[in-house]
C-alpha cells in the first residue's frame, strides 16, 4: 500500500513525522507537506502560479516540500508518485472539531484525496491545552493512531474520515461532527504603533453535544467521524422539490 503523507503545519512539524512513523507499519510512506505553516487555509489550490517540488532531509523518509497548500501538495504529491491508495494528514498541533473542519488545511489535505479518488483520513491532537510554548511529545498518543488506523483500514467504504485524539486516550468512539455552534470570534486590539487591528480567533463551546466529535474528546475518547464530499441536504432537496417541481413547471 502507497500512503501519503501531508499536513497543513509544515514539512518541519513534529507531528508530521510521528504519524509517517506510525504509517510505516501499514505500507510504503511518502512525505509530501507545504514549506511554510498552511494553518486554516482549507480547501484552497494555486492556480495562478506555477508550484515547486523539492526533496527534503528527513531522516528515514522520503520527503518533498511544495510552496503551497495542503491541497496542492496532496495533487502534486499522488500524481508524482503515482497509485496512492491512501493520504494521511497530520498530526496536526491542535484538534480539529464540529466546524473547524471548514476551515481546516489538515482535513482538507484528506478531504482533497477523496476528490481525487483516494482514501484520506486526517489526525489532530489538542496541542495548545497541554503544552503551549514547548515542544509536544507525541509518543503517547502514537500506539492510539495506530488503533485508529487499523480499525478504519478495516473499513473500506470509509473513504474520508476526521480523527482527533484527546490529551490522554482511555477508548474511541464514532462520533458526528458538532454543529450547532460556532466557536469562531473576531477580537479588536491595537498594534506597538497604536494601530486598529483584528485577530480571528476561537471561544470555548459550553455546551456538548453527546455523540459528537467535542464531546468524545471532551470525555478522553479518540474520536472518528466519518464524513462526505457530498454537502447536499437531501431531506431540504426532497422538501423543496415537493414544494415547488421545476421540473414541471
Ligand atoms: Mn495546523
Redesign the pocket.
Given at each position: 500500500m502507497r500512503i501519503l503523507i501531508s499536513?497543513?503545519?509544515g514539512i518541519y512539524s513534529p507531528g508530521l513525522v510521528a504519524l509517517a512513523t506510525v504509517a510505516m507499519r501499514f505500507g510504503d510512506v511518502r512525505i509530501v507537506a507545504p514549506d511554510v505553516?498552511q494553518?486554516?487555509m482549507s480547501q484552497a489550490i494555486t492556480s495562478s502560479r506555477p508550484l515547486l517540488y523539492r526533496r527534503t532531509k528527513i531522516p528515514g523518509f522520503e520527503a518533498y516540500r511544495v510552496n503551497g497548500t495542503p491541497s496542492d501538495c496532496v495533487g502534486l504529491g499522488a500524481f508524482d508518485w503515482g497509485n496512492v491508495d491512501l493520504v494521511l494528514s497530520g498530526i496536526?498541533?491542535?484538534s480539529n472539531l464540529g466546524n473547524a473542519i471548514w476551515h481546516?488545511?489538515?482535513l482538507a489535505a484528506a478531504k482533497q484525496a477523496a476528490l481525487l479518488g483516494l482514501r484520506g483520513i486526517a489526525f489532530s491532537f489538542p496541542v495548545e491545552e497541554s503544552n503551549p510554548d514547548g515542544e509536544t511529545d507525541f509518543a503517547p498518543i502514537m500506539p492510539w493512531v495506530e488503533k485508529a488506523l487499523v480499525l478504519l483500514l478495516a473499513h473500506t467504504d470509509l473513504r474520508l474520515v476526521n480523527v482527533n485524539l484527546p490529551l490522554n486516550p482511555q477508548g474511541m468512539r464514532w462520533t458526528r461532527q458538532s454543529c450547532r455552534e460556532y466557536d469562531g470570534r473576531v477580537v479588536k486590539g491595537k498594534d506597538p504603533m497604536g494601530r486598529t487591528n483584528y485577530w480571528y480567533t476561537v471561544a470555548p463551546i459550553r455546551e456538548i453535544d453527546e455523540g459528537t466529535d467535542r464531546w468524545a474528546v471532551s470525555e478522553g475518547f479518540v474520536s472518528l467521524t466519518p464524513l462526505r464530499v457530498d454537502l447536499t441536504d437531501d431531506g431540504l432537496l426532497a422538501e423543496a422539490t415537493a414544494r415547488h417541481a421545476l421540473a414541471a413547471s
Open positions: 499536513n497543513d503545519d505553516e494553518s486554516s496536526n498541533l491542535g481546516s488545511g489538515t
